[in-house]
T-cell receptor
Framework: AQSVTQLGSHVSVSEGALVLLRCNYS??????LFWYVQYPNQGLQLLLK??????LVKGINGFEAEFKKSETSFHLTKPSAHMSDAAEYFC?????????????FGTGTKLQVIP | DTGVSQDPRHKITKRGQNVTFRCDPI?????LYWYRQTLGQGPEFLTY????????KSRLLSDRFSAERPKGSFSTLEIQRTEQGDSAMYLC????????????FGDGTRLSIL
């Protein structure tokens, strides 16, 4: 069965510092991987997705993630944090067969950006 | 693309009452999903539809919960005889059929049980 582990439920960074949010996955087949962002009282917005093409995936708002099969990881990074990046981030894995994508989400990491 | 729309955004009700939520997906999407999200957790899958057919239901979806998508467009999620533990954010998402297409989420309905 597929699963996702997000290391660190809370991460604090200074404005302008590197953002690194960790995600490890477990999947019995080559996975699809996603990062979503959620602002308070809103739904989830897709940041980026990995679907077995390039291992370095660029997303919106300057975020990117690297798929490392040997480490079963899909960590999210951004070179320089902005105040507007403060939100909760969810890593998700999908291993759908026959076109159906059952998606399993991690428990989320809240990012705090300190001015 | 008007996005996924959910109504109401907030619902406060007394324990034991029935509630119904509505989701309007992105019009081109033929898949629709319902999730439940509690504080400090990621979304948990409840059920999904392909067009009007409900193809999978989670064990989380007790017999007090029922979901419909009668014409393959909007969907409703009804909770009967609500309990305190039903308090959560209920999220709807939609997607194209292809397996690698991401799900697009609405802003959710926050349910509070008094």
């Amino acid at each position: 069965a597929q699963s996702v582990t997000q290391l660190g439920s809370h991460v604090s960074v200074s404005e302008g510092a590197l953002v690194l949010l960790r995600c490890n996955y477990s999947s019995s087949v080559p996975p699809y991987l996603f990062w979503y962002v959620q602002y308070p009282n809103q739904g989830l917005q897709l940041l980026l997705k990995y679907t077995s093409a390039a291992t370095l995936v660029k997303g919106i708002n300057g975020f990117e993630a690297e798929f490392k099969k040997s480490e079963t990881s899909f960590h999210l990074t951004k070179p320089s944090a902005h105040m507007s990046d403060a939100a909760e981030y969810f890593c998700a894995v999908s291993e759908g067969s026959g076109g159906y994508q059952k998606v399993t989400f991690g428990t989320g990491t809240k990012l705090q950006v300190i001015p | 693309d008007t996005g996924v729309s959910q109504d109401p955004r907030h619902k406060i009700t007394k324990r034991g009452q029935n509630v119904t939520f509505r989701c309007d997906p992105i019009s081109e999407h033929n898949r629709l999903y319902w999730y439940r999200q509690t504080l400090g957790q990621g979304p948990e899958f409840l059920t999904y539809f392909q067009n009007e057919a409900q193809l999978e239901k989670s064990r989380l979806l007790s017999d007090r919960f029922s979901a419909e998508r009668p014409k393959g467009s909007f969907s409703t999620l009804e909770i009967q005889r609500t309990e305190q533990g039903d308090s959560a954010m209920y999220l709807c998402a939609s997607s194209f059929r292809d397996g690698n297409q991401p799900q697009h989420f609405g802003d959710g309905t926050r349910l509070s049980i008094l």
